[in-house]
């Protein structure tokens, strides 16, 4: 495998301060991370918002360092703000479906059916429903999408099956995490990949081959000892089953669609390639005569309004990570976790990606994902970015913003988040290893699976 172009930038970057001086970049970087922090939990501005600040005042440190010498980099920041503008179009298109999935009445129809269909076999019916929750994290890639609309929708059923409160917020949160995690898109491996030149192709069997048994296992480890004997008689009243009888099954057309345009894309590239984006847009149009009647007007303002936090996040990680490429301070990160032994680089992968991943997993992924996957190019390197993406999706369970925890308790009503970042702490330790053990036998399962 030949190495990248950006990484050799980095580690030629790197060098030529290490002959210079070290400690400027490290100054730097303790500025962008201080105004950051102060932005975040002092100011309590918006993450994306406390990410320009950083990467303005990193820029002027690096002006008065002397590691910027063309004046103020005003080009870098804007170029940095649409770094990600391909996966800034998937977000936003991924979830005008996903509200007109929601608007139509598909999802709620979805889950009553599959309640009403499995209710005797509880351990399918949980895995089901773990899948309902994860579905708009797969196509949005954004854990609170999944947990705010599906999440919304599911968690009243899991509670008249007897499933407590604090249990139904942990598989809420667990789900929208794997559903992060899930195919077809993953934010944090896209941007890992960008950063490495490794493009998103290929992705999908190790995506769910690390998504797909941890939801298992979080749902089940969850609520299974409390739907034992489901009474379905009790859950029965409360189901509002008369979207499903009215309109039938025309209302999951847009997902066939949706499936149809992406297996075709994928095994006929050079017929037909219309994009994600496109993909999306033309699956929403479908759904939008197939139930409840929509306003698009408000369907779109409710789809820019979901997208939009993610949104402002990604442009402020492309200006973050322009200033620490233009500073040196990225390189400096590289260098750091390019220097470590591989114990300890799995040790330092485990502990650091989840931390700074409280402020962002895309960040995370960015500054610290690019490194540790530069760090281990001797393995595969689809499945090591992807096992990386998983365990950069623990951050949104960290304190302080804990997007996942924070709104999964919203939803059923736990009024203290911390319960369910403990109640979820068995399920996230095996992600954490279960993640690490796949990026060690990389090699061995890319070999039976690419």
């Given at each position: ?42 100011f ?19 002006m ?18 649409v770094?990600?503008?391909?996966t ?88 929208g ?5 899930a ?18 192709v ?47 099954i ?5 997902i ?76 400096l ?17 485990g ?24 760090a ?57 290893v ?17």
């Amino acid at each position: 495998m030949t190495f990248c172009p950006s990484g050799w930038f980095a580690l030629h970057e790197s060098k030529l301060w290490k002959e210079n001086n070290v400690g400027s970049e490290f100054i730097v970087f303790l500025v962008m991370v201080g105004v950051f922090m102060l932005g975040c939990f002092l100011f309590k501005l918006p993450v994306s918002v406390s990410m320009l600040l950083a990467a303005v005042m990193g820029a002027l440190s690096g002006m008065a360092l002397g590691l910027v010498t063309d004046g103020f980099p005003l080009r870098h920041l804007v170029e940095g703000s649409v770094s990600y503008i391909d996966t800034i179009l998937v977000i936003a298109c991924a979830m005008i479906f996903m509200k007109v999935l929601e608007f139509s009445g598909a999802l709620n129809a979805l889950s009553v059916t599959i309640v009403r269909r499995f209710h005797q076999r509880p351990v399918i019916l949980l895995i089901l429903l773990m899948g309902i929750i994860m579905f708009p994290g797969m196509i949005t890639g954004s854990s609170t999408a999944a947990i705010l609309s599906a999440g919304s929708i599911v968690a009243p059923i899991l509670l008249l099956m007897g499933i407590s409160k604090l249990n139904t917020a942990s598989i809420i949160a667990m789900g929208g995490m794997m559903g992060m995690v899930a195919p077809p898109i993953n934010l944090p491996a896209m941007i890992i990949g960008g950063g490495i030149d490794t493009p998103y192709v290929g992705f999908e069997v190790p995506l769910l081959i690390l998504s797909i048994p941890i939801a298992i296992f979080s749902v089940l480890f969850l609520g299974h000892k409390e739907v034992k004997n489901l009474d379905y008689a009790r859950i029965e009243p409360h189901l509002d089953m008369e979207i499903a009888k009215q309109y039938g099954i025309r209302l999951y057309l847009p997902i066939f669609v949706l499936v149809v345009l992406m297996v075709f894309t994928k095994v006929a590239p050079g017929i037909l390639d219309l994009g994600i984006p496109l993909i999306f847009l033309i699956s929403a149009a479908v759904g939008i005569p197939t139930g409840r009647k929509i306003n698009i007007l408000q369907l779109l303002r409710a789809a820019v309004k979901a997208a939009l936090p993610v949104m402002g996040i990604l442009m402020g990680v492309g200006m973050l990570i322009q200033i620490m490429t233009l500073t040196g301070v990225r390189g400096l990160i590289v260098v750091s976790c390019l220097s470590l032994p591989e114990n300890l680089l799995y040790v330092a992968m485990g502990l650091s990606l989840p931390l700074f991943g409280s402020i962002s997993a895309y960040g995370a992924s960015s500054v610290l994902g690019v490194p540790f996957a530069l760090a281990m190019l001797n393995q595969n390197t689809i499945v090591t970015i992807s096992s990386i993406s998983s365990i950069a999706s623990l951050g949104d369970m960290m304190p302080p913003t804990a997007l996942a925890g924070m709104f999964a308790a919203q939803v059923t009503g736990v009024k203290k988040y911390s319960r369910v970042l403990k109640r979820c702490i068995v399920p996230m330790a095996v992600l954490l290893v279960y993640s690490i053990v796949v990026i060690i036998f990389s090699k061995q399962i890319a070999s039976l699976v690419l």
